[in-house]
Structures are given as C-alpha cells and as structure tokens.
C-alpha cells in the first residue's frame, strides 16, 4: 500500500488525500447530517483559522476534486498527566505534569459516506500523520466526543480511550489515543 507523504500539510493514501483545506468554499454543501457540525464547517471553520484556533483538514478522493468526504478541525492541546500516569508506560524521569497532544474539535463524515469505514480510514491517516514528520512532541489524540453511545463505540472501536468517568453524564466525554501505539507502516 503505497504512501507519499506531499509535505508537511498532506498526506495521501490509496486514491485518497488529507490535506489542510485552503479554499473554504468547498465546505459550503458539506451535509454530515448533524446541524451544529454543518453549521461549524461551513460558517465557523475559517474563522477558527484567522483567529489561529483550529486548522482544518479534509479528506477528499484524489479523482473526483475538492468536494470532502470527511471534515475534521485541529487544534494544540495539553493532557493532564495524572488520570494517564499509570497508563502510557513512561519512564519516571519523564512524568512531566502535561503531556503534547493535539485535539479533534471537530469531525465529521459527509453522510452520503457514512457507515462504510470512511471514518476509521480519516482516522487512521491523521494518527500516521501525526506519527511522521512532526514539527513538535505530539504523544496523544483527544476528542470531546458526543456522548451518544453510536459516537463513543465509534472512537473506541477505533483505539480511543476515556480519561476518566467524571464526564458519564455530560453532554460530551474526553477521549484519548496514545500515538506511541501506533504501528508505523499501517
Ligand atoms: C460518527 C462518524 C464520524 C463515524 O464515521 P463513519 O464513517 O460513519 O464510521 P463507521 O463506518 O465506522 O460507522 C460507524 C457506525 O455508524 C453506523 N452508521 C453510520 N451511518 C450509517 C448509515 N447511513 N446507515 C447505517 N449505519 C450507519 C455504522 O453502521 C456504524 O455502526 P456500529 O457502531 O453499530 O458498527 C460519522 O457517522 C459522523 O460524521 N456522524 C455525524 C457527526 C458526528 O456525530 N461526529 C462525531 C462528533 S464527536
């Protein structure tokens, strides 16, 4: 399964290319069936880029032109290291209080690709991307994934996990993908 990484910003795989979306307009018919989320990539997405907040990604099929099957906004972030400590098998001199991270803000599937592993394969190109050629330290994904029991088998059929269980009854659960897992070559 050839891979070419095409800088720094994209990513391709398989007729498929995740890269840092330039041309917003592209977004503007993107339907993943949820309201808040077509609102956010279609209106808010590039306001989150100006105010330097998230960058975001699309994944697009490398014949059919810009229009994303899947959509997802990424932001830095820092991870608490104690609900981790005894999880990610560091080294005691490296128990730093917070560990590199960098969050899901935002994802989404184009409805009409939903339920046919389009996700898991957006999924599996960002955890490769952020195994390769980093700028920085970046030892976790995080999502504060929707509490909707469809959403969090979705994240832990996909090597997601919770920090905690403070956030059972809130509207959405912090979630966790330990990058050093990764097998490099997938
Ligand atoms: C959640 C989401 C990202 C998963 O992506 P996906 O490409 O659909 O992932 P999968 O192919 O692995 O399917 C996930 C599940 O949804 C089901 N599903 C999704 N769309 C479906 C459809 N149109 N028909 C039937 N089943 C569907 C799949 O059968 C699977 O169910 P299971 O957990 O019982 O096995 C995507 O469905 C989505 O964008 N939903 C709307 C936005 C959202 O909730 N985002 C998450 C915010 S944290």
Known sequence: MPDSNNGRNSLSRDGWTLAKVEDFSALASFDCGD????????????????????????????????????LM?????????KPLKDRLDLPPEKQYPARPAVKIARFAVHRDFQGRNTGPFALNMLKYFFRTDNRTGCRLITVDAYNREPVLRFYGRNGFQFFHDKDANRQTRVMYFDLKRLALGL
């Open 73 to 81: 906004s990424l932001a830095n972030d820092a991870a608490l290291l």
């Open 35 to 70: 309201a808040d989320l077509n609102e956010f990539f279609r209106r808010d997405a590039l306001a989150h880029r100006k105010e330097l907040l998230a960058e975001t990604y699309s994944l697009c099929e490398d014949t059919a032109g810009p229009y994303p099957v899947a």
